[in-house]
Every structure is written in C-alpha cells, then in structure tokens.
T-cell receptor, first 113, second 113 residues
Framework: GEQVEQRPPHLSVREGDSAVIICTYT??????FFWYKQEPGAGLQLLMK?????EINEGQGFTVLLNKKDKQLSLNLTAAHPGDSAVYFC????????????FGAGTQLIVIP | AQTIHQWPVAEIKAVGSPLSLGCTIK??????LYWYWQATGGTLQQLFY??????VESVVQLNLSASRPKDDQFILSTEKLLLSHSGFYLC????????????FGPGTRLLVL
C-alpha cells in the first residue's frame, strides 16, 4: 500500500525566512496531493490541493512543487511569519473516486519572531 | 456555505464507559463522511467512511463503530472505552468524484482515564 514519508518532523525558522517541508510517496498511481495546516487544538485546514498534471502551484505566501519522477511533494513557505506556526500534513491519494487519503506524519513548524 | 460541527468539543471519560461522538454537516447534500483518529502529536488514521445514509465502511478496527442515521449526521460510538481511545477525533466531508477533496471539522478531544 501507499507509504508517505514526511520530513522534517520539527522545523524552527526565524520570521521572514523560508521553510521547506517534503513528502515522499511510494504509489506511482497517486494522482491527487493535498497540504493541510493544523493549529493547536483545531481541525485541519486545507491549504492547497494539487493534481498530478501541475508541477508548480502557488498559494498565498507559499509554493507547492510536485516532482512525479522522484515521487516527491514539497511545501515552501517563502517568508514565514508567526501565524504560520502550526503542524503541516501532506496527504496523497489515487485517482479513483473515493480513494483513501494517506497522510504523512506531520511537521511541527515554529516561526520565531 | 457549508458548515461542519462536531460535538462534544471535549470529553473526559472512564475506561469501560460508553462513548458517542457526533458530526453534522450543513449546506451540502449527500456528502461523503469520514471519521479520523489522531493520537496526541501523531498523524491521522482513517476509521470509517460513509457515502450514503445507513451505509458505513470500516477502514481500521479500533473497537469503535460508526453510524449514519441521517444524510447530514455521522456518529462514532463504543460501548466500552479503552485507554487507547484517547486522542483527537476528526470528522470530514467531501463531495466524491475524481477530484474529491476532504474538508475537516474542528475535532473532539477525548481523554480516557
């Protein structure tokens, strides 16, 4: 079955610095990719969904890159601010309808003012 | 706009006692519904999903059960809690299809003593 490795588990950066989180998956049939943000005691907030046909996806203050050859998905926060402090999860699934979401272990990001 | 509500917000229960957690989705008709469990500091593990009223599929057996008594309601329950049931329970919804995207509720924190 699908295995999703996420790294690093913990990341501390200074305000204004960039932060990169990487997920590596194993199933070559994975087609949809998601990044979620979880603030303390809260549910998961969808940051971005990425479909297999798009390699570079830009959001507000972050970029998601998909490298299908290496089966790697990355989240790059370009200029982190304290409000970005949270746990970030990647999730992947196959292209079939109702395909199961496979989550990474999460990355605890702390942005130091 | 759709809203997802989970109840209770938090529970402290004794080992061996029963449990019932609820999830309600408003603003979407016939959503797919999901239950996830998250250990403290851990990743998400899908427990159940349902694509229609009265139909629930189990993904992981954790001595829990789920039911969908109404189109907009998903219930997670057990008759006898274990210490290992402690954690954060998240409900999610999606509309299905090949671009299926899951959206999460605020979660219920459960502590079993």
């Amino acid at each position: 079955g699908e295995q999703v490795e996420q790294r690093p588990p913990h990341l501390s950066v200074r305000e204004g610095d960039s932060a990169v989180i990487i997920c590596t998956y194993t199933d070559p049939n994975s087609y949809y990719f998601f990044w979620y943000k979880q603030e303390p005691g809260a549910g998961l907030q969808l940051l971005m969904k990425v479909f297999s046909s798009t390699e570079i996806n830009e959001g507000q203050g972050f970029t998601v890159l998909l490298n299908k050859k290496d089966k790697q998905l990355s989240l790059n926060l370009t200029a982190a601010h304290p409000g970005d402090s949270a746990v970030y999860f990647c999730a992947v699934r196959r292209g079939s309808a109702l395909g199961r979401l496979h989550f990474g272990a999460g990355t605890q990001l702390i942005v130091i003012p | 706009a759709q809203t997802i509500h989970q109840w209770p917000v938090a529970e402290i229960k004794a080992v061996g006692s029963p449990l019932s957690l609820g999830c309600t989705i408003k603003g979407k008709s016939s959503p797919n519904l999901y239950w996830y469990w998250q250990a403290t500091g851990g990743t998400l593990q899908q427990l159940f999903y349902s694509i229609t009223v009265g139909q629930v599929e189990s993904v992981v057996q954790l001595n829990l059960s789920a039911s969908r008594p109404k189109d907009d309601q998903f219930i997670l329950s057990t008759e006898k809690l274990l210490l290992s049931h402690s954690g954060f329970y998240l409900c999610a919804w999606s509309l299905g299809g090949f671009q299926d995207t899951q959206y999460f509720g605020p979660g219920t924190r459960l502590l079993v003593l």
